[in-house]
């Protein structure tokens, strides 16, 4: 059936490094893929998404890089600070299909001071 | 604009109960899917419904069910609670409408069934 596996499933990064996070899916109908970021107590946040129609996308210190042929995509967060240390999810969805997003594992992230 | 709001944050039901849990979408979405959040199963779907009817369900037990208003708001109810349904229960609402398929979720409400 359909999955995303995403890795790491911990990072620990020095604040001021770069933090990457890999998730492939298996669904190649696939062409919406959002990251959302989850703090303790909270709920996920949308925080970019990507379509299949580019490669690349970029805000401010985060961006995002798909490859559909190798069904890759990867969420690129430059200069960590403390307050990005969360939970990250990858997921992928099929708007023509079920419409359902299909979530990774999750991340968490630590940006060590 | 008002986002999507959830309650209650949190519960205690013991076994055996039924709990009814809230979703009231950001104003305009018609769209209101549920997720389960468990430390070891991360984020399931659960079910998605869509102009008051429900469009898609993830594999979960009959225990399980939804409903979703005129309004857009939408309920999920779990009967004959199990300890194992504790989890962080949360709804995500979007637009979907042609490209428009962002999802933007609520707080969540913390089920914990003792």
């Known amino acids: 059936g359909e999955n995303v596996e995403q890795h790491p499933s911990t990072l620990s990064v020095q604040e001021g490094d770069s933090a990457v996070i890999k998730c492939t899916y298996s669904?190649?109908?696939?062409?919406?893929f959002p990251w959302y970021k989850q703090e303790l107590g909270k709920g996920p946040q949308l925080i970019i998404d990507?379509?299949?129609?580019?490669g690349e996308k970029k805000d401010q210190r985060i961006a995002v890089t798909l490859n559909k042929t190798a069904k890759h995509f990867s969420l690129h967060i430059t200069e960590t600070q403390p307050e990005d240390s969360a939970v990250y999810f990858c997921a992928a969805i099929n708007p023509s299909g079920t419409y359902k997003y299909i979530f990774g594992t999750g991340t968490r992230l630590k940006v060590l001071a | 604009k008002a986002g999507v709001t959830q309650t209650p944050r949190y519960l205690i039901k013991t076994r055996g109960q039924q709990v009814t849990l809230s979703c009231s979408p950001i104003s305009g979405h018609r769209s209101v899917s549920w997720y389960q959040q468990t430390p070891g199963q991360g984020l399931q779907f659960l079910f998605e419904y869509f102009s008051e009817t429900q469009r898609n369900k993830g594999n979960f037990p009959g225990r399980f069910s939804g409903r979703q208003f005129s309004n857009s708001r939408s309920e999920m109810n779990v009967s004959t609670l199990e300890l194992g349904d504790s989890a962080l229960y949360l709804c995500?609402?979007?637009?979907?409408?042609?490209?428009?398929?962002?999802?933007?979720f609520g707080q969540g409400t913390r089920l914990t069934v003792v």
């Open positions: 669904d190649s109908a696939s062409n919406y």
């Open positions: 995500a609402s979007s637009l979907r409408q042609g490209r428009n398929t962002e999802a933007f």
């Open positions: 990507i379509r299949s129609n580019v």
